[in-house]
């Protein structure tokens, strides 16, 4: 197949039309889409929480800077309440997915940035089990064993800002 032709039916204005293509598009790893199949109980995250952190991966552009977008953004982005998108912050804070930072300028309270490098280390650790394949059934063994895994990345890694 003529390489061109390969990259033309690959492209984001083929598949999505050109009025959608220009407005933009994120990339979100296939490990970070099917999470909750990697992971157990107290990890498992929820719909809601679920949308949060994609929309805050949404807004992290550069590997170097955290995103910064304010609750009410987050909010109206996903399509619930802020304190919804709050809950869901803590709880991502909480099982140590994101890393919170307050940000002030000047006497300023401005939006909390968000370090993505707690969520790469978890899928790192995903991939690291499952690297090359798309496991049609993980099961109970495998995601306590994925669980142990990101428990021990959260409490023996301190996190700083990339």
């Not at 197949?1 to 293509?21: A, C, I, L, Q, R």
């Not at 909390?112 to 969520?119: A, H, Q, T, W």
């Amino acid at each position: 197949m003529d390489e061109n032709k390969k990259n033309s039916e690959y492209s984001m204005v083929n598949k999505w039309g050109k009025k959608v293509s220009e407005r933009g598009f994120t990339q979100i790893p296939i490990y970070l889409l099917n999470i909750n199949r990697f992971l157990t109980g107290e990890f498992r995250l929820k719909p809601t929480e679920l949308m949060v952190l994609f929309h805050l991966v949404s807004t992290w552009w550069k590997a170097d800077e955290n995103p910064f977008p304010s609750m009410a953004t987050l909010a109206v982005r996903c399509g619930v309440s802020s304190r919804q998108v709050q809950r869901s912050i803590n709880k991502l804070d909480s099982l140590g997915f994101i890393s919170r930072k307050n940000r002030k300028q000047q006497k300023m309270i401005l939006s909390n940035s968000y370090s993505m490098k707690p969520l790469v280390l978890i899928l790192s650790a995903i991939a690291e089990e499952y690297p090359t394949e798309y496991p049609r059934k993980v099961t109970k063994e495998d995601k306590e064993k994925i669980s142990s895994k990101i428990e021990d990345i959260l409490n023996g890694v301190e996190y700083s800002e990339m």
